[in-house]
């Protein structure tokens, strides 16, 4: 059954992309029908408009309330008919109202294999750095369902990076979106088939 995505981002919007395109072609049977962000300015937002994709700017500034806010961002998705939530680089934590309407149908994506390097203030390159200097051998990316708090929920799906020994921030960074982006697309369309069952989604 197609599934009905929404995307919440913060950025450049890169993995958007990643999933607009996949919808396109028929990698993921479904449609993106809805694009949020906290930043008026973000790339996520010009990228969802000039698919044509209702776009959303929606953060403390249009909603100063935080209950204001948590009830703005669930009305959006649930006007959106939304099966999956997906988080690509939001760097907002998503309020309890959104949550508890969407328990167990929010992911989100991680630039490591947690547990390890999660948690409060790991994020970007922080993230990234960390590996680094840890002296592991490989990294990655985790799939997750978002929770009350970071990184914590269920993994749903990992991928494993190699880190090279010459590696900076700046080239894990780059082998670990593009590692990120195969991945969001690949566990988006097996949710799609029905080959990978969400808690909460029928």
Same mark, same amino acid.
């Given at each position: ?16 992309? &990643?999933?607009?395109? $996949?919808?396109?072609?028929? %990698?993921?049977? /479904?449609?993106? =029908?809805?694009? !949020? +962000?906290?930043? &008026?300015?973000?790339? $996520?937002?010009?990228?969802? %408009?000039?698919? /044509?994709?209702? =776009?959303?700017? !929606? +953060? ?143």
């Amino acid at each position: 059954m197609p599934i009905t995505l929404a995307v919440l981002a913060s950025g450049e919007g890169t993995t958007l992309q &990643s999933i607009v395109d $996949a919808c396109a072609d028929g %990698r993921i049977q /479904g449609e993106v =029908a809805a694009v !949020i +962000s906290n930043n &008026s300015g973000a790339g $996520a937002l010009r990228r969802a %408009r000039a698919a /044509g994709i209702p =776009a959303h700017h !929606i +953060s403390s500034v249009t909603h100063p309330a935080p209950r204001a806010l948590d009830e703005a961002i669930k009305a959006t998705l649930l006007d959106a008919r939304v099966d999956v939530v997906c988080l690509a680089g939001y760097l907002k934590r998503l309020g309890p109202d959104t949550l508890a309407a969407f328990r167990g149908r929010v992911l989100n994506t991680h630039p490591a294999l947690l547990p390890k390097f999660g948690g409060t203030g790991m994020f970007g390159d922080r993230v990234f750095a960390a590996v680094l200097a840890s002296g592991d051998s490989e990294s990655g990316v985790s799939l997750h369902v978002v929770d009350e708090h970071y990184d914590t929920g269920p993994v749903v799906q990992q991928a494993r990076v190699h880190v090279e020994a010459r590696d900076s921030v700046a080239s894990l960074k780059a082998r670990t979106q593009e590692c990120e982006r195969e991945l969001v697309v690949q566990t988006l369309a097996a949710i799609a088939l029905g080959e990978l069952r969400l808690v909460g989604r029928p």
